[in-house]
């Protein structure tokens, strides 16, 4: 469990967020550049001090300003990974990553060397000057620095943001691999919506200063009464398990979580039984009164109406869906709904015009 | 033989002067920089003004003050007589104590623009790598501040060396105590010893240019942050 209350007042900004989130897992901190992310790690790894704050991560206390505690940034179990990979140019790669571990006591180290070499794909790069790698190259070394301090948690702050769009695809699949194979708990700033539909599993949708909501990503990224949903990429990210692989069509089946729905994706391989996230944006749902069998649309869902809203523009609206627990959002013209006299209650069939596999 | 043994002696207490005052500048205007580059005190105003006022004060100002101060009647002296040192006017200590100051603005000044340009970042990086803020000094602000360290030294050496105005007022023109080669050069000047000044001006100007030389050659690489 971590529990952070954080309290401060600039000039020209208030941070005031109370939040407790779980101890194991990806946590985005999601919110428009300004909204205090940045700050809300800065604090949390002790390199900005809030007058008022409380910040326990697990079983330790890292801040209370009630009782005077503050631990200073270099004795908290912390990784902190900078929107610049920050490598020392006085160094070389291999003594970049050994600058943490060998600050760590030997009893107290869960990484080694070899370990995250492998995990971040940088073996053949301990020799080289920082100055003479991608930028992509660069980051992951910043990473591997960082998981190097064995840290308890591990905060990371735009990772990808300062690199361009292949880098990012460069680097993601490294991210994934951490959150799967470290159980290091992760707080992950982002303004990026599909980084954040893709690594985490909790967000924190932050604005002005203010925690708006946190919950698990599924259902906070559809709830219609934040403004993540009024987004032109709004959608849902969906976690479900592989069923089936048709290899003539190249389709995968998934399941739903929790309900026997089923969703079809054009894909390679994957075994059965393995976990898949997919994100279903509100713009590819359209919805119908009756099962449309004569269709190229390949997934046809029977949902529920929960709830709908006004859109970002007048001429569209937000549906709320619930497909066997699972919600979903379509985003239709006001038009339709009335057409199709809409309303909460009301049983009907999402056709999904496409599938984005987010992992 | 074209220098004496007078002029030797002078060439050695210059270089023993300008070594000790670039050793004692670098261990007190270190921190003295740190802290310009860092702070956001009031203060950083007046104490960056007073570290820089040997650059504009004529050096008879700095001496003449120093002379009070430092004279039988002045404040330091007789700190320095309560303490049984007696008085360090016209003496090697107070030659020493005069040329830190009058070097400090070109010791300070480097290492604050060299601590500057290092910027917050490296130092939170450390942090974040378990390294306190002595072990960050040593393994990070050190290194990366080289260049600024190579440059204050080249600059306090090479101020000293050139001093003259000071050394008169405070030191005097006592052979093998304070008489310096500026000093030498004047009193050859004033014997109209023109050919003995000859080679001691000569040497001085080799000197300063080689220095300057190294200076400026060693700027071309930079480091930067990546």
């Known amino acids: 469990m971590i529990d952070i209350r954080l309290h401060l007042k600039y000039s020209t900004f208030a941070l005031d967020v109370n939040l407790q989130l779980p101890g194991r897992g990806v946590t985005a901190l999601y ?329 | 033989m074209p220098l004496s043994s007078a002029d030797f002696s002078a060439i050695w207490l210059t270089i023993k002067l300008a070594s000790l005052t670039t050793v004692i500048l670098l261990i007190i205007g270190t921190p003295i920089a740190l802290w310009l580059s860092r702070t956001t005190s009031w203060w950083r105003g007046p104490i960056g003004a007073v570290v820089a006022l040997p650059l504009v004060l004529p050096p008879t100002v700095i001496g003449f003050y120093l002379l009070l101060t430092m004279g039988p009647n002045g404040y330091f002296g007789q700190f320095t007589q309560w303490l049984g040192l007696g008085t360090l006017t016209f003496s090697f200590a107070g030659l020493v104590i005069g040329s830190v100051i009058y070097s400090m603005p070109f010791v300070v000044q480097p290492l604050q623009n060299a601590f500057s340009a290092i910027g917050t970042r490296p130092l939170e990086v450390a942090a974040t790598l378990r390294a306190n803020p002595w072990d960050t000094f040593f393994t990070v602000i050190l290194p990366l501040a080289r260049p600024g360290f190579i440059t204050a030294s080249i600059l306090g050496f090479a101020h000293t060396v050139g001093e003259f105005g000071v050394v008169l007022m405070i030191g005097g023109n006592i052979p093998d105590k304070t008489r310096v080669v500026s000093v030498q050069i004047y009193d050859h000047v004033e014997a109209m010893e023109y050919a003995q000044a000859h080679w001691l001006a000569g040497a001085m100007v080799v000197f300063a240019f080689l220095v300057l030389l190294a200076l400026y050659s060693s700027r071309k690489t930079k480091m930067g942050w990546s």
């Not at chain 1, 006085?90 to 070899?114: E, T, Y």
């Not at chain 1, 919950?215 to 990224?221: C, F, N, Q, V």
């Not at chain 1, 994957?270 to 099962?291: H, N, T, Y």
């Not at chain 1, 937000?318 to 239709?332: E, F, M, Q």
Request: glycine share 6%.
């Open chain 1, 31 to 359: 919110g428009h550049s300004g909204s205090g992310k940045t700050t809300c790690l800065r604090c949390i790894a002790g390199l900005e001090r809030a007058e008022d704050a409380f910040v326990q991560i697990n079983d330790e206390v890292w801040q209370d300003s009630h009782k005077g505690l503050f631990v200073p940034a270099h004795k908290r179990a912390l990784g902190y990974v900078f929107q610049e990979a920050s490598l020392f140019p006085h160094l070389s790669v291999r003594a970049n990553l050994a600058f943490g571990l060998k600050r760590i006591p030997r009893q107290q180290r869960r990484v080694d060397m070899a370990q995250a070499t492998e995990l971040l794909g940088i073996g053949h790069l301990l020799e080289r000057n920082p100055q003479h790698l991608s930028g992509g190259e660069r980051q992951r070394i910043g990473i591997a620095r960082a998981l190097l301090t064995s840290p308890r948690l591990l905060l990371m702050d735009e990772p990808l943001a300062a690199l361009d769009s292949q880098r990012k695809s460069e680097i993601l699949p490294y991210l994934e691999r951490l959150h799967d194979e470290l159980n290091i708990p992760v707080l992950y700033v982002s303004h990026a919506q599909d980084e954040v539909a893709r690594l985490a599993d909790h967000i924190v949708l932050l604005s002005e200063g203010k925690a708006l909501a946190s919950g698990p990503i599924g259902e906070t990224l559809a709830r219609l009464d934040l403004p993540l949903a009024l987004g032109d990429d709004a959608g849902v990210v969906i976690a479900g398990q592989v069923i089936a692989y048709d290899a003539h069509y190249q389709l995968l089946t998934l399941q739903l979580p929790n309900c026997p729905l089923q969703i079809r994706v054009a894909h390679a391989p994957l075994a059965v039984g393995q976990p898949l996230r997919v994100k279903v944006q509100a713009r590819d749902v359209s919805l119908s009164l009756q099962a449309e069998e004569h269709s190229s649309i390949l997934n046809r869902l029977p949902v529920t109406v929960t709830q709908d809203i006004g859109a970002d523009n007048s001429a569209h609206v937000l549906v709320r869906l619930d497909a066997g627990g699972t919600p979903l959002l379509a985003r239709i013209t006001r038009f339709s709904r009335d057409q199709l006299h809409l309303h909460p209650g009301q049983a009907l069939w999402a056709q999904i015009k496409a599938v984005a596999v987010l992992a």
